[in-house]
């Protein structure tokens, strides 16, 4: 009873009894096992030169601390000399730097990577076989690039030829070299421009900077021949008729019409000449549209004219030069309103909806889940989206005119396949998405990819790829560009879906490259990745043409970024690649009679370098602002001679002599 009276704070508190710290103080402060060595192996291996314990308190006496060595405490070996414990250090990291430059070498010969340790380490041997994660991709500055993305390609060059791009990089930042006064004045000349280009959204009107009906007839016509013949957005005959009414009385469109419009002509912009020249209108136009959805409330955008805008702005990015190779970022949150808006079920299972309106949700979903997955490739980032994620089915093959907003109890009928429609490209293309959404999450997966799925994979796209020209091949070949609502496949399609489908298969084996030239079950992906380049490459080589379709393509190609300037650049360094192994093949087998062969090859590949270096200076001239592509073409026409060759001596002449203006 005299104990409960006692207060609780007067009360002597009962002494836990303690065990000893056996552990190192670094393993004890890190919460990790410890061997108990000296130096213990946890230490060791993360280069710590310090291991220290703490003493042993005396067992049965007072509570004082004495100095034991850890040759005093049972199980623990004797305490080694300091030169032999810096002497063991040196030698288990040279052990451990040894397993590691081994695993990096079998990695990029095409093994199979270890998976990395899950769970905390359990015994020893978890921790001798723990191998860290390679990352599959490369940063640059502040943005990570997956293996699609064609940047991932300059780390395959050999590095006795990566002198010369390390030599270049160097002589940027040094303000005595002539290489740094030629990038300066470029750079100069290109923050002008862009400050002549941008628009400030708080002094801008939406509808106050459209053109002439004459010119914008051209313009609007301009991406109806060419984008909506591909990746359908709209009903051509209501556009028709909406677009008539507008010009009759402009000042009872609405907001939305008059933005979607612009976008229309920013696109068609593109297309109109050599030099781009209303880049800097269409910029504006893009600047409006960014205005409009800043403006509109959320719920309001999640329309179809919304849904048309955001895609619309999608493509104007991509040929006007806009942050185009940014559409990734913007395409998630597309695909996300997409979504909400239940594009991803099929109209029939949701409630009862006129003909027109249900095809239009198709279409804009099939163009929706192209431009996630084209935008995913130009990243080399996931598409973050599975065939699980929709329940869809494929735009329908029918006429525009069949379309009506009418609600009708009977259903629509389908077009054959071998009558061409506004549609017949849409639909077609749409029967390879999943082959090609596989191989983007293939590519640009965390773990390394296998080369039987790689196999495989190759074997379905080749697949769909002769099944869909098939299927183009089988109709009429239009000379002249025909609108989206005419009948006739023309060049135009042709060429887009060729380069469309080839870059995939450069993407998928590329990877492979290094691989392949010590294995050679991997050789196939070698010659695939030379022959997609070589194919791109020739696809790319229009230049002026009558054919007017030849001729849309081509301005594509000088006057666009996005996927229209980064797949020539993929196929490019990849035949930069073959050219620098044939030339080396050609030194190793000199006097042999098969090195003419070789030789006569590499001359070819010579031609694509002076190709490339006229195709980026007729981009210049339209308003492109990069020159350090440019200059690295000159690095890779440099990569055949020595690689002490500074060819870097003549490039500042040549960044000076071009035209900015």
Known sequence: MADLATPLAQRPRPQKRRRPALACEQCRARKVRCDRATPCNTCVRSSNPDCTYTPLPPQGGPKERRSLSPASIPGRPPAPTPSDSIASLEIVSLEGRTKYLEQEHRFSNGAEQPKLHEGPCSSEEGEKNFVPLRIRGTMSKTRFFGHSHWATGANLVPAKYKALLHLMDRAQHEKTSRIYA?????????????????????????????????IADALTDGYLRTFETIHRLLHIPSFRTEYGRYW????????????????????????????????AQATRWIYEA???????????????????????LQFAKQTTGLAGDLTWISAGSLLRAAMSMGLNHDPETLVRMPPLRVELRRRLWATIL???????????????????????????????????????????????????????????????????????NHINQSSPPS????????????????????????????????????????TFQLRFLEMLMTRYLLALHLPWWNSSLHNPTHYFSRKTSV????????????GPSPNPSLTDFDRLLVCASGPFRSTPIHACLTLTLEYIHL?????????????????????????????QSQWWVRRIRAGETNVKTYAFGGVFESCGSSPATVYLLTWPPRLCWMSWA
């Open 248 to 279: 009759d009385e402009p000042e009872r469109a609405t907001q939305s019409f008059v933005v979607l419009v612009q976008l229309c002509m920013a696109v068609g912009a593109c297309f109109h000449d050599d030099k781009h020249s209303f880049r």
């Open 583 to 611: 030339k080396e093949e050609s030194q190793k087998n000199k006097g042999l009679t098969f090195s003419n062969a070789t030789a006569r090859e590499t001359e070819e590949l010579r031609k694509v370098f002076n190709w």
């Open 531 to 542: 022959d997609a380049a070589r194919a791109i490459v020739s696809l790319s080589q229009v």
């Open 370 to 440: 192209e431009i996630n997955l084209q935008a995913s490739l130009d990243a080399g980032a996931l598409p973050l989206i599975s065939p699980s994620d929709f329940t869809t089915k494929p735009p329908r093959n029918v006429h525009e005119e069949d379309l009506t907003n009418e609600l009708n109890p009977d259903t629509l009928p389908d077009v054959e396949p071998s009558i061409f429609t506004a549609n017949s490209i849409q639909v077609a293309l749409h029967r390879s998405f999943t082959t090609r959404l596989a191989i983007v």
């Open 290 to 312: 960014r205005l409009w959805l800043l403006i509109t409330p959320e719920k309001a955008q999640l329309s179809m004219v919304g849904l048309q805008i955001m895609c619309l």
């Open 182 to 214: 030629g990038f300066q004045k470029s750079k100069k000349l290109a923050r002008a421009i862009k400050r002549r280009r941008s628009a400030h959204l708080l002094g801008l009107t939406i509808g106050q900077n459209v053109p002439d009906r004459h």
């Open 451 to 490: 080369y039987e799925a790689t196999l495989r994979l190759s074997s379905e796209l080749l697949s769909s790829t002769r099944a869909l020209f098939q299927h183009l091949h089988s109709h009429p070949l239009s000379l002249n560009p025909p609108t989206a609502t005419a009948g006739g496949i023309f």
